[in-house]
């Protein structure tokens, strides 16, 4: 998903909940997750190459990063923002990167008969659906979509079935699909939200969460 797609998200499920110093930070993070050195060879990162489990483990490990950083401190705090917003980057490519929201639809009267703020992004039918699968990238083959005045001639001649290339929903000319990544994802980062809140109350109480919204 383009990056500006990512803030949006960030911002419309967190803003209410972090001091913008906080949210600046998380979002710095969240940006750097589609760094040249995160883009090649780190499919889990962004749930690519049907690495579902692997991205799911890495979001599990980055939660535990943040929660086991204690101290009251600046340095302590920019590590869980920093964990933080990795996490919701991966969390948030799952809707753009994978199947899900076909599936959803099929099952929902497509697209012509749903609304975005109508999809269930945390339905667990269609987390462990047998069908769900998210789009394979592999430098080599795939950069012909994105060298421009090459990428045009090359999606009219060919695009892989199951490629990143035809399953993305990165940004809006994917068409009307595209909101309803953007609404589960949302929603996807807010449960990854309470999640921690939840597991740093359980470890620090209300003043290691004031810690981690900034408001202290």
């Known amino acids: 998903m383009e990056l500006k797609y990512h803030e949006i ?4 499920a967190l803003g209410e909940f972090f001091a913008e110093a906080a949210l600046r930070e998380i979002i710095a993070a969240n940006f ?13 990162l962004h749930f690519d190459n049907d690495k579902i489990a ?7 490990g ?37 199947n899900y929201v076909d ?7 497509g697209t ?12 667990e ?9 998210t789009g394979s990238f592999h430098l080599l083959r795939d950069i012909v979509y994105y060298i421009p005045g090459i990428r045009t001639l090359a999606r009219k001649i060919h695009i892989p079935q199951f490629s990143h290339e035809m399953m993305h929903l990165d ?24 999640r921690t809140v939840d597991a740093l109350s359980a470890r620090g109480g209300s003043a290691a969460v004031a810690r981690f919204l900034g408001k202290t």
């Open 103 to 109: 599936l959803w639809l099929a099952e929902n009267g």
């Open 62 to 98: 980055q939660l535990a990063r943040l929660v086991g950083a204690a101290g009251d401190n600046a340095e302590i705090r920019r590590v869980q923002w920093d964990a933080f917003g990795r996490l919701c980057h991966t969390a948030q490519d799952f809707y753009a990167h994978s």
């Open 54 to 60: 692997e991205s799911l483990a890495y979001i599990d």
């Open 112 to 123: 012509e008969n749903a609304a975005p703020a109508e999809i269930d992004g945390l339905d």
């Open 171 to 194: 940004d809006p000319t994917r068409g009307e699909k595209f909101a309803f990544a953007m609404a589960a994802a949302v929603q996807r980062t807010r449960f990854e939200y309470r």
């Open 9 to 12: 998200i960030t911002r419309d």
């Open 32 to 44: 750097r997750q589609d760094s040249p050195a995160n883009l090649i060879g780190k499919p889990y």
């Open 125 to 133: 039918k269609f987390l462990a659906h047998p069908a769900l699968r």
